[in-house]
């Protein structure tokens, strides 16, 4: 350059920080206007001059994308505006994820709308905007899901298969939640359907569902109106967990298949005409399921029994039918019934043998570790009952040598070994011919295992001011000595006495021991025989009752922990027990007098036993 050269400005808003400098910085120019510079080089009496024009863009803006929606499948159009953006629209964009990281798919289109249609899965759109020269900005993200839940119009007819029913135009499929509004003329009638599927299904209050075909359901079930199965078949075929809630269904179910690996949770007791098991578990908790029929069962499909609920099964006479229960395995156990009629048996299965029954100590002597709890509704007769029962190998425990069938005898509180026709089918399992007594709980034991006491008799008679107490025993076996244990709520026991025992006897014994000071109301008494190798074995719970005024109900222990509940009345009375929803659970006639009461079918809990004007609150464990 030859001369002095400066800046200067002709028109517009600005600055110039070092007008001299060729390279100088302007500042100040109005956004969205244009600014003139000019540049002047003097030399002597010479000049010349340059002009230049600065334009200082706005920022580009994507602006925000509006109309997200959710629409039906394949057949579907929405429209999508953008508003608020600064600059040109470059293009649009599509993408399958939401932060467009990757997928992305150009859009010609510079308008400020689009339409999409058909989307067959839920797609996001945004729009590239630039202003000027400076860099492009992308609007807001607006999403088009397709819809997961199709509501029932029923606009045509009851009939499921009509699309013309179903407010998207297509049929719900696994994937898919329906909703059973309220308000309708036509509601569902599944009947010789193939394609009755869906995930969740929502029963509004006043509408209805009947099923007559079939409906698998890979979801949950709420329903407040009417899901009517009887005559139908219901398939819990999920991939998740699924559970069968309370008031699920109105009234019983005519099949239920579970076809589910994951397993399916009874949440209340039902009844069903067939239970059919393809895959998974179907757990009972504390429920009963009262079936006609069951198919199926194995390893991996069974009725798994943990807590108190039963598989009741209606066996016919001369009919054998699996029972295809366990709890941490399968366990099943097969019943022909030979009573002379048809009955209903219930069975689950526990996973150890126990000393009194079903709880207390385990039994320490070679055995399955597995107790069948089986009842059976009415007597037994005719020829009896055939069994079969089915382990594992790893589910035994000591030298197994000769397994034998064993029946706990609560009126003894003792496990007998049951003579009778005996085979081994396999290796893993028991068969029993013509059982003749009364049921539950059923055990495999050693043949050489013997209590070391068979009990005879245990009694507490009350006299005067003591009570005397008197036990004989049919054989010992290494027995050492007898501790007379005294309760006065049947929880806490407390030492009162100790005998020695016979030791090795197969003759009758008989001990006696008096209570010097017994309390006024109620009060227990047990016997503790310890043997020689100091494993105790426990007798039954006897009574004694001291008051001044006959109270006209009376029960005992309470808590009740082994199921069984002594009721002593007065009287003849009825008396009803209901759960701590106020739900009339059980009713029973009681003579005057003391008699069991079988609880061990109800869950763990509180309830409320009313008879006459009396109440009593008992706790079951």
């Not at 920022?59 to 925000?64: A, D, H, K």
């Not at 600059?87 to 150009?106: A, E, L, P, R, Y």
């Not at 290494?478 to 020695?500: A, E």
């Amino acid at each position: 350059m030859v001369g002095t050269g400066a800046w200067s400005i002709v028109s517009g808003a600005g600055s110039i920080t070092d007008a001299a400098s060729p390279t100088s910085t302007v500042t100040g120019v109005t956004v969205g206007q244009t600014t003139i510079l000019r540049w002047t080089i003097t030399n002597g009496t010479c000049s010349s001059q340059d002009d230049v024009s600065l334009t200082n863009d706005q920022l580009s803006n994507g602006g925000t994308l509006s109309g997200s929606a959710e629409v039906c499948p394949t057949t579907n159009s929405t429209t999508l505006t953008l508003g608020a953006y600064t600059g040109t629209i470059v293009k649009w964009q599509s993408s399958g994820v939401s932060d467009f990281s990757s997928g992305v798919s150009d859009i010609v289109n510079t308008t400020n709308t689009y339409t999409a249609t058909n989307l067959s899965a839920d797609t996001y759109f945004r729009v590239v905007v630039q202003n000027g020269s400076c860099s492009v900005a992308n609007s807001s993200i607006a999403s088009v899901t397709i819809t997961n839940t199709y509501t029932w119009t029923g606009t045509n007819s009851t009939a499921w298969s009509d699309v013309g029913n179903w407010g998207c135009g297509v049929l719900p499929v696994h994937t898919t939640d329906v909703v059973i509004p309220s308000g309708l003329t036509n509601y569902p009638l599944i009947s010789n359907v193939t394609n009755a599927v869906l995930n969740d299904i929502s029963i509004a209050a006043g509408a209805s569902v009947t099923v007559q075909g079939s409906l698998e359901i890979a979801g949950a079930i709420s329903n407040s109106g009417s899901f009517d199965a009887t005559a139908g078949t219901i398939e819990m075929d999920g991939t998740l967990a699924q559970t069968i809630p309370a008031g699920a269904f109105n009234g019983n179910i005519g099949t239920l298949r579970i076809d589910n690996t994951a397993g399916v949770t009874l949440g209340e007791s039902k009844t069903a005409g067939t239970l059919v098991l393809v895959n998974g578990l179907l757990d009972l908790g504390a429920n009963t399921l009262t079936v006609t029929s069951v198919s199926g069962g194995s390893a991996t499909s069974y009725v798994r029994t943990q807590g108190a609920g039963v598989l009741k099964v209606n066996i016919g006479n001369t009919v054998a039918a699996v029972i295809p229960v366990g709890n941490s395995a399968y366990n099943p156990v097969t019943i022909t019934n030979n009573s002379g009629a048809g009955d209903d048996f219930d069975v689950r299965v526990l996973d150890e043998v126990y000393d009194n029954g079903f709880n207390g100590s385990i039994l320490p002597y070679a055995r399955v570790q597995r107790t069948w709890m089986i009842n059976k509704t009415n007597p037994n007769g005719g020829a009896g009952v055939d069994f079969v029962f089915n382990w594992n190998s790893g589910e035994t425990t000591g030298s197994l040598v000769v397994p034998r069938m064993f029946h706990y005898q609560a009126s003894g509180s003792r496990w007998v070994k049951e003579d009778g026709t005996t085979s081994y089918p396999t290796a893993t399992s028991l068969s029993f011919t013509g059982y003749m007594g009364s049921f539950s709980p059923f055990a495999i034991i050693d043949n050489q295992f013997t209590l070391p006491v068979s009990w005879l008799s245990f009694t507490a008679v009350k006299h005067d001011q003591v009570v005397w107490l008197n036990w004989s025993t049919v054989s010992e076996r290494n027995s050492r000595d007898y501790t007379i244990q005294h309760s006065v709520n049947g929880q806490q026991w407390s030492d009162i006495g100790n005998l020695p025992a016979a030791g090795n006897s197969n003759s009758v014994s008989i001990y006696s021991f008096t209570h010097h000071q017994p309390v006024t109301g109620i009060n227990y008494y047990r016997l503790v025989e310890t043997d020689m190798d100091g494993h105790a074995t426990y007798s039954k719970v006897v009574v004694v009752i001291f008051t001044t005024e006959a109270k006209p109900l009376i029960v005992y222990p309470n808590p009740v922990s082994d199921g069984r509940l002594n009721v002593q009345v007065q009287q003849t009375e009825t008396i009803r027990l209901y759960n701590h929803l106020g739900e009339l659970v059980m009713t029973k006639e009681f003579q005057p007098g003391t008699q069991v009461w079988d609880l061990s079918r109800l869950a763990r809990g509180v309830y409320i036993l009313k008879a006459g004007k009396e109440t009593e609150r008992i706790v079951i464990q």
